[in-house]
T-cell receptor, first 114, second 116 residues
């Protein structure tokens, strides 16, 4: 069965600093990979997704993620964090043969220091 | 576009009571998903529908949970009887073509359920 691991439960960075959120997946084939963001009291919003092709994908709000097959990772990055980026971030994996199921990680809560 | 609409936003009930959560997907979307979010287990898929038909309910925790989608614009998730361990945020999401694995899920704002 596919699984997703987000090893960092909480991360705090200073505004303007760079950010990297880790995501590792467990699956035999190349999965579909997603990053979603959840602001307080809100549902999840898609930041970016990877299906195939270029392993570096660009998303909304200045985020990017890189798929590394050798490391089974799909880490999310942002070069300069803004206070409004404080939220919870979820990595998710899906596969074509699993139908419409996405498996979500347990999330990483990001705090931004002024 | 009003987005996915869930009601109520908050529900507080006593153990043993019936709870009904409601969802209106985005117009024109063919698939609807119910997720439950807890601190311990994160975001779990409970059930999803495609063209109003339940496709996979393997995530429904037990018989106390049931979900229906009588038409393309409305779905309910019912818990009867409710228990304190059901306390969680319940999200509804929809997609246009029904392939959550290759397109964007649109989430509602969730229902915060507290069972006392």
């Amino acid at each position: 069965a596919q699984s997703v691991t987000q090893p960092d439960i909480h991360i705090t960075v200073s505004e303007g600093a760079s950010l990297e959120l880790r995501c590792n997946y467990s699956y035999g084939a190349t999965p579909y990979l997603f990053w979603y963001v959840q602001s307080p009291g809100q549902g999840l919003q898609l930041l970016l997704k990877y299906f195939s092709g270029d392993t570096l994908v660009q998303g909304i709000k200045g985020f990017e993620a890189e798929f590394k097959r050798s490391q089974s990772s799909f880490n999310l990055r942002k070069p300069s964090v803004h206070w409004s980026d404080a939220a919870e971030y979820f990595c998710a994996v899906g596969m074509k043969s699993s139908g419409d199921k996405l498996t979500f990680g347990t999330g990483t809560r990001l705090a931004v220091r002024p | 576009d009003a987005g996915v609409i869930q009601s109520p936003r908050h529900e507080v009930t006593e153990m043993g009571q019936e709870v009904t959560l409601r969802c209106k997907p985005i117009s024109g979307h063919n698939s609807l998903f119910w997720y439950r979010q807890t601190m311990m287990r994160g975001l779990e898929l409970l059930i999803y529908f495609n063209n109003n038909v339940p496709i996979d309910d393997s995530g429904m925790p037990e018989d106390r949970f049931s979900a229906k989608m009588p038409n393309a614009s409305f779905s309910t998730l019912k818990i009867q009887p409710s228990e304190p361990r059901d306390s969680a945020v319940y999200f509804c999401a929809s997609t246009r073509t029904g392939r959550a694995t290759n397109e964007k899920l649109f989430f509602g704002s969730g229902t915060q359920l507290s069972v006392l």
